[in-house]
């Protein structure tokens, strides 16, 4: 009987109390079997060669379990299925807010920058990978804006280089004509004469225009690079002893600060120093009743480029002049030409650099230009 199989089926040691037996309706409950054991506080009424005098067996229908065990399994489904769905949800509300958004935002930003407003920002807060996505892109837009400003800046440069040619070829003919008459009437005047201050201001006047004129042709010119390994900081030398006695005349104290470590670069010799000239004439035409200048040259930390400029300690330069100080014929100044700092660009552009100003209130030396080129590995 499977009854019995619940004992001696197996070895004594191992053997169960209990089974799960089902009835004839097909109802399931557990039985349990506990045998009573002949003991010799039952010798008087037993025979002691009798092992076990009897067995109990207890029946525990589980028919309410079941049905209660169903009942609370399908409760525990329904939960289960209403949880899953709120965690759905709250992960979809979460990635709407953290990924979805934030990449329409990026969407949005980029078609904008593709129509060419290089302006637009991506502002989203936060330390996740997608705000530092966002980061790269705005630093990203910011080298497109200046990589198209530069494109602009050459652009015009070009095309006021071709009319600055035509224009300077038609005049210096008769800027020739001119001067060269004015000085014969000259040389027919008397010193003390009011026609001859009159002329003189005629011969001024044409000698300035023909300088003019020559600048136009510098600038216009399309003059063969010869690069070769120099010392910056020689040019930089060289450069203030030729405005030296200039600067002396009009009180200027000036400074050259260099830094030794600056490995020579390849680069143009006459072109590089017509930089630092202009550089200077500029700083020395700022300044009117004395004044500090300081020429300088820099090894970035990154030791593949050097910086050099010129510091000076005039009015400094109106923020809305900034954007417009190295195109052709702007000009601040009664006297200016207007070509001198757009040469500087286009020299410093064939080298493949950059240069730039520097405004700064509050400091002794307000005004700072400043020329980075690469270091060259030969």
């Known amino acids: 009987d499977a009854t019995c199989q619940i004992c001696h089926k197996l070895a004594p040691e191992t053997r169960a109390k209990s089974i799960f037996l089902k009835d004839k309706q097909g109802g399931e409950f557990l039985r349990n079997v506990s045998p009573i054991l002949n003991r010799k506080d039952c010798y008087e009424c037993h025979d002691p060669k009798v092992k076990i005098n009897g067995i109990i067996l207890m029946d525990f229908s589980l028919t309410k379990i079941n049905r209660q065990i169903s009942s609370n399994l399908g409760k525990l489904i329904i939960l289960i299925v209403i949880m899953v769905g709120l965690l759905i949800m709250v992960i979809s509300s979460l990635m709407n807010k953290l990924v979805i958004k934030k990449l329409k935002l990026l969407e949005k930003t980029s078609k904008l920058i593709g129509e060419g407003k290089l302006e637009e920002k991506i502002e989203i807060p936060g330390r996740d990978e997608i705000s530092h996505l966002a980061d790269h892109f705005n630093r990203m837009t910011g080298n497109l804006k200046e990589i198209q400003r530069h494109l602009i800046q050459s652009e015009k440069l070009a095309a006021t280089g071709q009319l600055a040619a035509g224009i300077a070829h038609e005049l210096n003919n008769p800027l020739g004509n001119i001067l060269l008459y004015s000085k014969l009437l000259l040389e027919e005047l008397a010193p003390g004469d009011i026609k001859y201050k009159n002329t003189q201001k005629i011969v001024d006047n044409t000698i300035r225009s023909k300088n003019i004129v020559s600048a136009l042709l510098d600038y216009t010119r399309e003059s063969e690079s010869v690069m070769t390994l120099i010392n910056i900081n020689e040019i930089a030398e060289k450069s203030l002893i030729m405005l030296r006695h200039h600067m002396e005349i009009q009180q ?96 410093v552009e064939r080298h493949n650099g950059k240069i730039w100003v520097e405004t700064q209130n509050g400091t002794e030396l307000k005004t700072i230009f400043k020329v980075r080129l690469p270091i060259t590995k030969v």
């Open 252 to 347: 200027i104290n000036f400074r050259l600060d260099t830094d030794p470590s600056i490995p020579p670069i390849l680069c143009d010799r006459n072109q590089i120093q017509q930089v630092f000239v202009n550089l200077i004439q500029n700083a020395v035409q700022s300044l009117y009743n004395g004044g500090k200048i300081e020429v300088f040259t820099r090894l970035e930390e990154d030791e593949e480029n050097i910086i050099f400029g010129v510091k000076d300690t005039g009015p400094g330069i109106p923020n809305e002049c900034l954007d417009k100080i190295f195109e052709p014929f702007y000009t601040t100044k009664e006297d200016g030409t207007g070509l001198g700092l757009s040469i500087c660009y286009g020299i």
